[in-house]
């Protein structure tokens, strides 16, 4: 089955400590990757994405996700948060295959607070 | 370059209502696709329109049902509402000849059935 799982719900970090979100998959092929962003009351904004080559992927405000395919893991990363990026983290799996499948699965969401 | 946007903002209807949401892609996108949030969820896909057809659905029943014009946008039709259709409805869009399904997401509308 297709899933995606991110293990925690809850983060809270200090303004300018590091981050690490974690996200794992479960999907039958090599998927495309991506995380998005949504502050509260808000559409999704698009973080950053993986389909292929290297990877260690940068994205948007300082943002990176490493992908590991060996324990189908990508984790998002930035090295000095912002008290502006507390919102909640989703991670999305979807079909590497152009067709007529193009759902994008996702996981529930992780939760950053960030104190100051 | 205008983003995603979609109309309205907040919506509250009662149960057995009929409501119609509305979503214009960003421009150069020619396919769209819907998703219902619940509080603290992650989306659900409900379904993708291209080039006029729905062309995939999620799990959702026959009261869920869309729309999508030549000029690309599109509609959200849900029939008969129930308490549990209280969600954020987010529209997204992507751009077919480009393959690869990068998503934009509007904004989104807050239904509220009482």
């Known amino acids: 089955a297709q899933s995606v799982t991110q293990p925690d719900i809850h983060i809270t970090v200090s303004e300018g400590a590091s981050l690490e979100l974690r996200c794992n998959y479960s999907?039958?092929?090599?998927?495309?990757l991506f995380w998005y962003v949504q502050s509260p009351g808000q559409g999704l904004q698009l973080l950053l994405k993986?389909?292929?080559?290297d990877t260690l992927v940068q994205g948007i405000k300082g943002f990176e996700a490493e992908f590991k395919r060996s324990q189908s893991s990508v984790n998002l990363r930035k090295p000095s948060v912002h008290w502006s990026d507390a919102a909640e983290y989703f991670c999305?799996?979807?079909?590497?295959?152009?067709?007529?499948?193009?759902?994008?699965?996702w996981g529930l969401g992780t939760s950053l607070a960030v104190n100051p | 370059d205008a983003g995603v946007t979609q109309s309205p903002t907040h919506l509250i209807k009662t149960r057995g209502q009929q409501v119609t949401l509305r979503c214009s892609p960003k421009s150069g996108h020619d396919t769209v696709s819907w998703y219902q949030q619940a509080l603290g969820q992650g989306p659900q896909f409900i379904f993708q329109y291209y080039e006029e057809e729905e062309r995939q659905r999620g799990n959702f029943p026959d009261r869920f049902s869309g729309h999508q014009f030549p000029n690309y946008s599109s509609e959200l039709n849900v029939n008969a509402l129930l308490l549990g259709d209280s969600a954020l409805y987010l529209c997204a869009s992507s751009a077919a000849a480009k393959g690869a399904d990068t998503q934009y997401f509007g904004p989104g509308t807050r239904l509220t059935v009482l």
């Open positions: 999305a799996v979807g079909p590497s295959n152009a067709g007529n499948n193009r759902k994008l699965i």
């Open positions: 999907y039958g092929a090599t998927p495309y």
């Open positions: 993986y389909f292929s080559g």
